[in-house]
């Protein structure tokens, strides 16, 4: 229901005849009204951020919202210009789709990078997993398959010489029932959802999924497609400028950020307070995307490696 929910949501995006589409804005851009799928998860808090302090606005742009409850279910809709955006696509999902040509990838700004504790491995209070070698063989819920928990937890469990779970696919929403029902033994958490479980469930953190070798890695960020990019700059730029300077108030006054959460992320102020918030760049960083490709490549998620400076929109 969710999927199709969405899928009609942006068809009528797309089909809603804006007259903005067909001409050129205030300042010049080549397309100021554009929609963004969004997924509620503090990675896209710098989305909301610009949306609200009117940074989008100051650039001459009309931004639209559309909620998803995973990235990828927007991918569809990004391929066939429904949307312009995907808020905190995860990078993993994307770069394959690239790699296959089935998309064509440009990275607008990066979204998020992993903080300590911004994502955890969750068991129940009075599970028998105590240690991290316990997890070998158990059934863990992350929120899609072969994709960044997967990626990053497998490196922290390389690390520390364990063997792996076998994952599960379930959206971030129903991972707490999941655990609760017993139909995993463990979940891989994003915020907001990691500090309600514990919260919640009493639910006990087992592995900080921010810890070392992938510690700042990125995660997600904002996505568009080379199409998209080559025929709007002027409006790509935009979208970067208020994104920037949304990330920059998000590095001097985290409580902008905190304030934003009860907005669209279904948590209450005092949850929200609580929150282990996510690294956000102001700029895109080569450099430590190729720490993600890299990772990608060395667990097969890649048949070969990907220069990122070749996808970024300058």
Do not use: W
């Not at 955006?85 to 394959?96: D, E, G, K, P, R």
């Not at 497609?225 to 709007?232: H, I, L, Q, R, S």
């Not at 048949?303 to 070749?310: G, L, Y």
């Amino acid at each position: 229901m969710i999927v199709t929910a969405v899928a009609l949501a942006m068809t009528a995006v797309a089909c809603g005849g804006d007259p903005d589409q067909a001409g050129s804005g205030g300042n010049g851009l080549e397309k100021p009204s554009i929609s963004v799928a969004a997924l509620p998860l503090a990675d896209d808090a710098t989305l909301y951020l610009a949306q609200d302090r009117g940074l989008f606005e100051k650039e001459g742009l009309d931004v639209r919202i559309q909620p998803v409850q995973q990235s990828i279910q927007a991918l569809p809709a990004l391929s066939k210009g429904q949307v312009d955006v995907i808020a905190s696509a995860n990078y993993v999902t994307f770069l394959q789709a690239h790699e296959k040509g089935t998309l064509d990838v440009r990275v607008l700004a990066e979204g998020a990078r992993v903080a300590p504790h911004m994502m955890d491995v969750l068991v129940p209070e009075d599970s028998d997993i105590k240690s991290v070698a316990d997890l070998k063989g158990k059934k863990l819920a992350v929120n899609i398959l072969n994709n960044i928990q997967s990626l990053t937890l497998n490196a922290i469990l390389d690390k520390e010489g364990a063997g792996r779970p076998v994952y599960r696919q379930i959206a971030f929403p129903q991972m707490g029932p999941a655990l609760e029902k017993g139909q995993v033994d463990a979940v891989h958490a994003a915020e907001p959802f990691n500090s309600a479980l514990q919260k919640d469930l009493n639910a006990r953190v087992l592995i900080d999924g921010g810890s070392a070798p992938v510690e700042s890695i990125p995660i997600s960020g904002y996505v568009t497609t080379g199409p998209f990019a080559e025929k709007n700059p002027k409006t790509a730029a935009a979208f970067q400028r208020a994104i920037a300077a949304a990330a920059k108030i998000a590095k001097q006054d985290p409580s902008a950020i905190r304030e934003q959460l009860p907005k669209y992320a279904k948590v209450t102020p005092d949850q929200a307070k609580a929150i282990r918030l996510p690294e956000y760049p102001e700029t895109t960083d080569p450099g430590q995307l190729s720490r993600l490709t890299e990772l990608m490549k060395e667990q097969g998620l890649l048949k070969k490696p990907v220069d990122p400076a070749t996808l970024l929109v300058k």
